[in-house]
């Protein structure tokens, strides 16, 4: 496939937001015969946090991001739009330390937050920029595991706290999906137990906003075989998307190995092609040990970045990142936090968008 006839194809299906709401992957599987040999494929979307208390992954930018006014979330989104993100997706409605972030009777709310409604202010901007949210379904009860997912009790919570989402905010015409923020692993296959519970709020999550998707990000893909038999879990999993952790910020892969993971997952993916292939790119490093409660994100360098979209573009639909906010920064943005590397990394990548997707920047 010629490389500017493919971008230009690329930016002309960008612009049709018709085509992009009926099917989010459309934008690669138009292109999916010259799949292999198509460039570098720009981010499309992102994690997005309001608070996260249970660690000092965010130490950075926690502390500004509970301070933000109604105008700076607003901006968040609106800076992640100028840059081509057509998708967001929210980590959590309630904290692990279990503070809302929205009025609920089921927890109480995070006082330390300046602005009173977060989430409705972000869903606002993205109405009015055209992106698409993932509206998280908790972490009501902390994080899940194979055995509190079997729970009837907490399954039930758990709904109740998505029939008050919904209830608040599916109004929003960017309201697009139902994140399932209790990642799993593959081992290097689902468990039955997370499958029977993404099946379950699957089913709820499409009775609440009918017509919506379901997205889950599970971790593991350095273990992955991609297998007839993980092809058969696939087909058994009620998720329309799975945004894999590329785990190189995890330093559980290099980005030459997350190439050859992702290939494998691609080849289950084609067996079973109404679930999704994306990625989640992780974009940072780590200031302090890694995974402990004194380490920190921090922004990777973008050559690093660069060699893992490179990796993956050849077999996934949409990559995702972990995250704009915080790591990847507009300098002197109304929404700007994180890490001082945050804004070099925001020029950095800019720079090669400007040089490859124009069409993206605004």
């Known amino acids: 496939m010629n490389d500017d006839i493919s971008r230009r194809g690329f930016a002309k299906l960008v612009g049709t937001g018709a085509a992009v709401a009926a099917m989010p992957w459309a934008l690669t599987r138009a292109a999916e015969a010259g799949r292999l040999e198509a460039k570098t494929k720009p981010i499309l979307g992102s994690w997005i946090s309001i608070l996260r208390s249970e660690c000092r992954h965010h130490h950075y930018w926690n502390d500004v991001c509970a301070k933000f006014s109604r105008e700076q979330w607003e901006s968040l989104v609106k800076e992640a739009a100028d840059i081509g993100m057509q998708y967001l997706v929210l980590l959590g409605t309630v904290d692990v330390g279990q503070k809302a972030f929205f009025d609920t009777p089921l927890a109480p709310k995070a006082k330390d937050l300046a602005c009173e409604n977060p989430i409705e202010a972000m869903l606002s901007a993205a109405d009015q920029c055209g992106v698409k949210f993932f509206i998280s379904t908790g972490f009501y009860g902390g994080w899940l595991n194979d055995k509190t997912m079997a729970d009837a009790t907490i399954a039930k919570v758990r709904f109740t706290l998505m029939a008050q989402l919904a209830e608040k905010y599916a109004h929003h015409r960017s309201f697009y999906g139902w994140y399932l923020p209790d ?73 030459q190995q997350s190439a050859r993971a992702f290939e494998k997952l691609r080849r289950a993916h084609d067996k079973v092609p109404q679930r999704a292939l994306w990625a989640d790119v992780e974009v940072f490093d780590w200031d ?60 950095d990548y800019v720079n090669w968008l400007k040089s490859e997707y124009p069409e993206l920047v605004k």
């Open 183 to 255: 990642e799993t692993g593959l081992n290097p296959y689902f468990s039955n137990e997370f499958i029977e519970w993404v099946n379950r709020c699957g089913r709820e999550g499409r009775r609440l906003t009918p017509g919506s998707k379901i997205l889950i990000a599970p971790y593991g893909a350095n273990i992955a075989v991609g297998d007839d038999k993980y092809a058969k879990q696939l087909e058994r999993l009620d998720a329309d998307i799975i945004a894999y952790q590329d785990e190189v910020g995890q330093r559980r892969m290099t980005a």
């Open 288 to 347: 302090g040990p890694l995974n402990s409660p004194d380490g920190a994100l921090i922004p990777a360098p973008f050559a690093r970045i660069k060699q893992q979209l490179e990796a993956v573009s050849p077999f996934v639909d949409v990559i995702t990142i972990y995250q704009y906010q915080g790591l990847l920064s507009r300098p002197g943005g109304k929404a700007h936090c994180g890490h001082p590397g945050a804004a070099k990394l925001y020029v």
